[in-house]
């Protein structure tokens, strides 16, 4: 029987999915280019298995303790968890291999962790280079001015898999405040794309609820979505 829950989240997520694919086909995208992760932090696993059951693959955690245990046991084949949050270089062992993508690697010292991590574990683990696009002090992410480094750092490195750029906008922005910080990564990813052919730096994560919509139109690949998706789902 179909629970008020279920309903509840059905709906929700289906609105997500609709408003997906009109950004994408705004910008002249299928759906099918935009990667809808779940951000599941401030839910339990009951949550995310039921999100599951209606369809999603992918779900974003920001603290590696919480993801887990979280996450300790039965976890289905193709669920993808990615790491969102900030990452302290002493947690690099406990991520690697258990995300399938890293979206916040902002500085050496730590692709130098992961690498030597993964390389440890024998695999190689995909990484996103977060940037602090709107210089906001407050916020971690590379600095604009320091992305060459960090890709010619983070590609001499062979355990790590460089996919793209992550970034976030100001938390206090309306979603057209918001764009130009999109506009500005989708043209950084452009000329790094151009400057290192030997990259593969086509990923690239940028939209939260508040302001998905306008990042799929500036060229969002992934959009980390939580509240417009589990906001009901603990009562």
Same mark, same amino acid.
């Given at each position: 029987?179909?629970t008020?829950?279920?309903t509840g989240?059905r @709906?929700?997520?289906?609105?997500? @999915?609709?408003?997906?694919?009109?950004?994408?086909a705004?910008?002249?995208?299928?759906?099918?280019?935009?990667r809808l992760?779940?951000v599941?932090?401030?839910?339990?696993?009951?949550?995310?298995?039921a999100?599951y059951?209606l369809?999603?693959?992918?779900?974003?955690?920001?603290r590696? @303790?919480d993801?887990?245990?979280?996450?300790a046991?039965?976890?289905?084949s193709?669920?993808?968890?990615?790491?969102?949050?900030?990452?302290?270089?002493?947690k690099a +062992?406990?991520?690697?291999?258990?995300?399938?993508l890293?979206h916040?690697l902002?500085?050496?010292?730590l692709a130098?962790?992961?690498?030597?991590?993964?390389?440890q574990?024998?695999i190689?683990?995909p990484?996103?280079?977060?940037?602090?696009v709107?210089?906001?002090? @407050?916020?971690?992410?590379?600095?604009?001015e320091?992305?060459?480094?960090l890709?010619e750092?983070?590609l001499?490195?062979?355990?790590?898999?460089? +996919?793209g750029?992550?970034?976030m906008a100001?938390?206090?922005?309306?979603?057209e405040?918001a764009?130009?910080?999109?506009?500005?990564?989708?043209?950084?990813?452009a000329?790094m794309?151009?400057r290192?052919?030997?990259a593969?730096?086509?990923e690239?994560s940028?939209?939260?609820?508040?302001?998905y919509?306008?990042?799929?139109?500036e060229g969002a690949t992934l959009? +980390?979505?939580?509240?417009?998706?589990?906001?009901?789902?603990?009562?």
């Amino acid at each position: 029987m179909t629970t008020t829950l279920d309903t509840g989240l059905r @709906q929700r997520i289906t609105t997500v @999915q609709e408003t997906i694919a009109a950004a994408a086909a705004r910008s002249g995208r299928a759906a099918s280019s935009v990667r809808l992760v779940a951000v599941c932090k401030t839910v339990d696993r009951s949550a995310v298995d039921a999100a599951y059951a209606l369809g999603l693959r992918s779900f974003g955690e920001n603290r590696v @303790q919480d993801a887990l245990a979280k996450f300790a046991e039965d976890v289905p084949s193709d669920l993808d968890l990615h790491m969102i949050g900030a990452l302290q270089t002493n947690k690099a +062992r406990q991520v690697v291999g258990t995300f399938s993508l890293i979206h916040s690697l902002d500085r050496r010292s730590l692709a130098d962790e992961l690498d030597r991590r993964a390389s440890q574990a024998g695999i190689v683990q995909p990484v996103l280079i977060q940037v602090n696009v709107g210089r906001e002090p @407050q916020k971690h992410g590379c600095d604009v001015e320091g992305i060459p480094a960090l890709i010619e750092h983070t590609l001499a490195r062979p355990a790590l898999a460089l +996919r793209g750029f992550m970034t976030m906008a100001p938390l206090t922005a309306t979603m057209e405040e918001a764009r130009p910080v999109f506009v500005e990564m989708r043209e950084i990813q452009a000329r790094m794309a151009a400057r290192y052919l030997e990259a593969d730096l086509a990923e690239l994560s940028m939209g939260m609820t508040n302001d998905y919509p306008a990042a799929i139109e500036e060229g969002a690949t992934l959009v +980390r979505v939580g509240r417009a998706i589990f906001q009901d789902s603990r009562g």
